[in-house]
């Protein structure tokens, strides 16, 4: 892949450069749109690109620049957005027939930030219907497909983001994690994925995510990306009081400082879950422990995640928030309810069953997920794990407990995590999942920029990014 390909830069670097006048963002999006236009009719990444506007937006980068404007951190960079988040002027489906024709008249608080900072959007991203399912289908348009295998799932419910990240199409993406949805795709495409803590975005502007576990992050291919994103994406909103009101600390200062002395541990045991594949575990383990070349401590937890013993309490919390924030409405109705994917009635179907005290019952077990998390740490500053212990399955073979097994703890207990591509089984990506405790994503951030210069992934792209085949849907 050629180097001064803007397909495969860094946004940082793709920024520099434009600010530089080595690049023009004009010039940038509209090789953006190029390769949407060449690789999206097999990958279906996108549900709706924004060509025109992006190339509106575009211009009008450059001209502020040419006026003396001060560039943002984003200066010119394509973003993709999740289609779960509200765009002004550009239609929003959250995956869902039942909002095909939906524009909001303004954007979500995510991605107003994004604007600020300079980025253009490029479009809205592939998900499952209201992001209820582990993989990226819907009644919109044909299943996203994993780059590194056309006739495998990139999974959920970001698999749009981290598919077209993984192809170049756009440096970074805009998605969102409520078990696992940033981190999975992630790492089953071969990017980097961050799951930031609850309340250190603020929510505003999506469509049907859940009241506790679920919150906006970033999918990049580079660390320091997923840093400036953060930064751009983090602070108090007046629209979401539960926000934290401290300031944003400075992601990218301390990025590249040495991991040295840092306590890690790894946990390989996801518990008794079928499906987990022990090569996956073995890969994981191995990078887990390479950090013990940069100076850092690592050593083996004695217990595992225990995953059944929680997943079921999970679940029952989730229906019911996603029942309550979009499921009745559209459930109740029969008009609506007849335009729901058979995933999406079972769901809500399922969340209006929920009793208050199954709720409550599932409510007060998540203080032994934290318990059982702060025990899995001890004295450790970061936990290690497999992200997903699978390979990318084949399109239409999910099993949510593989998918799901190393990650919806964390958003249970409110912890917060990172993905970093770790190495390939059977030629497909694997991610090596780091947690932290809450409020530690600038650690997260710094001990996998450490993994980065020990792992290099950038030469890592899937073999089909250049020239995707054409395969029957």
Known sequence: MASNDPGWLPAWQLRDQMVAGQRSPVDVTAAALDRIAALDGELHGFITVAADQ??????????????????????GVPVSVKDLYWTAGLTTTA?????????????????????????????????????????????????CRNPWDLGRSPGGSSGGSAATVAAGMTPVALASDGGGSIRIPAALC????????????????????????????PITRDVRDAAIMLGVLAGPDPRDPACWDGPVPDYLAGLDEPVTGLRMRWVGDGGDVAGLDPRVVAAARDAALAFGSEGAIVDEAGQGFAAERWMESFYTMLLADRY?????????????????????????????????????????????????LRGLFGDADVLLSPTVAAVAPAVGAIDRGPLV?????????????ATVPCGLVDGLPIGLQLIGRPGREALLLRASRAFERLRPWADRWPPSAVALPVVDD
Do not use: W
Request: charged share 15%; with cysteine.
């Open 54 to 75: 992006a190339m509106t937006e575009a211009r009008a980068r450059e001209q502020a620049l040419a006026a003396g404007q001060p560039p943002g951190p984003l200066f």
């Open 95 to 143: 995956g869902s027939l039942i909002y095909r024709d939906f524009v909001p008249e303004e954007d979500a608080v995510h991605v107003a930030r994004l604007r600020a900072a300079g980025a253009v959007i490029i479009g809205k991203t592939n998900l499952p219907e209201f992001a209820l399912f582990p993989r990226t289908v819907n009644r919109l348009l044909p299943e």
């Open 190 to 217: 071969g990017v980097y994925g961050l799951y930031p803590g609850n309340g250190l975005l603020p929510r505003h502007g999506g469509i049907g995510s859940t009241i506790m576990f679920s919150n906006a992050g």
């Open 324 to 372: 309550a924030s979009i499921g009745q409405q559209l459930y109740t109705n029969p008009a609506t309810r007849g335009l729901l994917s058979e995933y999406g009635r079972s769901h809500f179907q399922r969340g209006a069953a929920v009793t208050g005290s199954e709720y409550s019952r599932a409510l007060s077990l998540r203080t032994s997920v934290i318990a059982h």
């Open 405 to 417: 097994a190393f990650t919806f703890c964390v958003n249970y207990a409110g912890f917060t995590a």
